[in-house]
Structures are given as C-alpha cells and as structure tokens.
C-alpha cells in the first residue's frame, strides 16, 4: 500500500476532505474521490460514476483514455510522465 501511495504523490495531487481524498492530475483536472463506495457519484470505485467508469475519458480506470492510458503523460504511475 505505501508504494501505491508513493506513487501517486508523485504525479498527482490528493486533497482529503470530509468525502475522503480527492485526487488531481498534474495539469489542476479533478480526477474523482479516491474511497471505496461505489455509488459515490464521484468516487473512483463507482464503475457507473465519471471518475470510476473504464469507458470515461476523465476516469482513470479507461485504459485508452488519457488518465488511465499506461503511455499517456497523465498516466498516474508513469515514470516518463509530466
């Protein structure tokens, strides 16, 4: 889990709040809560959701989107990302 952590603090930011940690891309674009509940509209965990879904350009679970997309720039665990 800390290596997960890791990770994503380095080419994103995470804000918590009272709705868990929000997750942000490196150019400002809020990318969803980051929980576990899946009817969270919001919520990274909600397959349904904008940020969760695997078939929205904005979620991080599309992998041919530009957040989920293991070559993007904006691919969180990149490591010749931006």
């Known amino acids: 889990m800390k290596k997960i ?4 603090s380095l ?3 995470m804000f918590a709040s009272a ?3 929000k997750l942000y891309s490196n150019d400002g674009k809020f990318l969803g809560n980051v929980n576990n509940n899946p009817y969270d509209s ?3 965990s909600n397959p349904y959701g904008k940020y969760g879904s695997k078939y929205s350009a904005d979620s991080i679970n599309n992998p041919y989107g ?3 997309n293991k ?3 904006e691919y969180t665990p990149n490591p010749y990302g931006n």
Do not use: H, K, P, R
């Open 5 to 8: 952590v890791f990770i994503i």
């Open 11 to 13: 080419t994103a930011t």
């Open 19 to 21: 709705d868990g940690a």
């Open 42 to 44: 919001n919520s990274i």
């Open 66 to 68: 530009t957040y989920g």
């Open 71 to 73: 070559y993007s720039n």
